[in-house]
C-alpha cells in the first residue's frame, strides 16, 4: 500500500516512529525522531561492521521492535541494510507495529553559472509511505 504525503497526514493519526538512523526531513511531519539517547541504541543495532552471526539480524530486529513499543509507535519509518529489514517487518508486525518505507523521488534541477557553465543537482523529494508487504 503506498500513502501519499497528503492521504498521510490524513490516514495516520497514530505515531510514526523514526527507526532509521537518519533525521526525518521536514516533510516528515507525522514522524517522530527519537530521543538522542535511544537513537545512539537505534544506530548500533542498525549498523554492521562485519558479517553478521547466526541469529544476530533476529536478535536486532527483535531489539529495534521492542524500542518502538516502548516509544509507543503504532507505525515506524525503517530503513538501512537490506538483509536487516526483511527481518525487522517480522519483528515489527509481531508485535502490532506497521512497517513502512519512506518513498521519495529524484528530480533534478539544473542552475547556469555567471561563466555559462551548467550544473545539474538531484533533490530527493519526499512524496509518502510504502507500508511493507506482508
Partial sequence: MFWDCEESARKVAEMIINLTQHPKTVDQTEVLDLPSDILVE???LLNFVKIPAQGEIQARATA????????GAQSAMIGGAPYLMSALERALTAVGVRPLYAFSVKESVESVAADGSVSK???FKRVGFVE???
Fill in 64 to 71: 529495534l521492535a521492542a524500542i518502538a513499543v516502548d516509544q
Fill in 132 to 134: 511493507a508487504d506482508q
Fill in 42 to 44: 537505534v544506530k548500533h
Fill in 121 to 123: 543537482t538531484n533533490v
